[in-house]
């Protein structure tokens, strides 16, 4: 007789996954998304007062580039506490 092709056979457990961010991480991303508004908020300064305005040339840019260069990419590169199983 032929063995059965209907065998009992054990699973693996399937890995757990979790979201990759914390709440800390959501907390950084909407500082990146302040400051970055708060940079088009001054750069926007400039329409009204004229192009020569020091806030609209000169601190704007900088705050932009600060929102989207340093804070938003450390907000996603900051990393979980490590936990050992």
């Known amino acids: ?7 009992t056979s054990k699973k693996a457990p ?3 996954w979790t ?15 302040g ?5 088009f908020v001054l750069l926007s300064l400039g329409i009204s007062s ?7 040339v000169n601190v ?5 580039v600060i929102g989207y260069c340093v804070i938003i ?4 590169m900051a990393g979980r506490k490590k936990t050992d199983n």
């Open 19 to 33: 979201l990759p961010f914390e709440r800390k991480n959501y907390v950084y991303i909407a500082a990146g998304i």
């Open 14 to 16: 399937s890995p757990v």
């Open 73 to 76: 990419p450390w907000a996603i």
């Open 60 to 64: 704007a840019p900088v705050v932009l």
């Open 35 to 39: 400051v970055i508004v708060l940079g």
């Open 1 to 7: 007789m032929a063995k059965s092709p209907l065998k």
């Open 50 to 56: 004229g192009w020569d305005n020091p806030l609209s």
